[in-house]
């Protein structure tokens, strides 16, 4: 796939989807995270600059703890000698803008994750509650302190922006109702509200008994085999 896109051995990743790419490691998580969703790719061939646009096709692979994931692939593989390896440390400024691309990466990601289930792209055996939460938190503490941290850092992110979504229930929503505010110079009626706060609750609801339900599906077909 790569080759028929236009990739060539010796050519040098820049970015991707606008994200820099510092290492193979980062243009296989770039890539991974976009099954069969157009990427673009920034290179160098030479001593020239290429845009190359390609879309990854979806593969399930197993990761270390037995689990299916569903990812990209574009059949790009790496030949690293020990010479070509570097140890790269960023300085304290150059960390803080490393640190806000990827809280960045991970808002993209999500949004598209979550707009992939209304193309009928979403696999729905990603979504999981607190079943699935404490499962992965266990399988993650095995892997020391540090995935652990990263793990909850990444739990809070992502509870931060569902949070962030306009429903009413959620702070989104509240901030979605302020704007309406502001844009008609009043508010809306108390009725409004509250029908826009009991369509909010029940899409919560649904929500949660969707993803607990999803949480014991998987569980008990995880048992099985």
């Known amino acids: 796939m790569a080759e028929t ?4 051995a010796g050519d040098v990743i820049i970015a991707v ?6 290492g193979f490691e980062d ?11 157009p990427v673009t790719i920034d290179l160098e061939r030479g001593s020239a600059a290429e845009t190359i646009v390609l879309t990854p096709e979806a593969v399930e692979v197993e990761d270390r703890f037995g689990n299916i994931q569903r990812i990209g692939r574009v059949g790009v593989s ?13 300085g304290p400024v150059e960390a803080v803008g490393m640190t806000v691309e990827e809280i ?4 993209q990601r999500t949004a598209a994750f979550l707009g992939d289930f209304f193309v009928g ?3 729905v055996e990603q979504l999981g509650g607190p079943v699935k939460v404490a499962k992965v938190s266990g399988e993650v503490a095995t892997l020391g302190i540090v995935a652990l941290i990263n793990l909850t850092a990444l739990l809070s992110l992502n509870i931060g922006i ?3 979504l306009p429903v009413p229930m959620l702070d989104g929503g509240h901030l979605l109702y302020y704007l309406v505010e502001a844009v008609r110079g009043r508010p809306l009626s108390m009725r409004v509200q509250e029908m826009g706060f009991r369509f909010g ?5 649904a929500l949660m008994v969707f993803t607990l339900f999803n949480d014991t599906l998987f569980a008990y077909f995880g048992i099985l085999r």
Not at 78 to 90: F, G, I, M, Q, S
């Open 27 to 37: 243009f296989q998580r770039l890539v991974a995270t976009s099954p069969e969703r």
């Open 201 to 205: 609750f029940a899409l919560v609801l």
């Open 162 to 164: 569902f949070n962030l």
């Open 104 to 107: 960045r990466f991970i808002i």
């Open 5 to 8: 896109a236009g990739l060539e």
């Open 121 to 123: 792209r979403g696999d």
């Open 78 to 90: 790496r030949d690293v000698a020990e010479t070509d390896v570097t140890l790269y440390r960023p």
């Open 17 to 22: 989807d606008g994200y820099a790419v510092h």
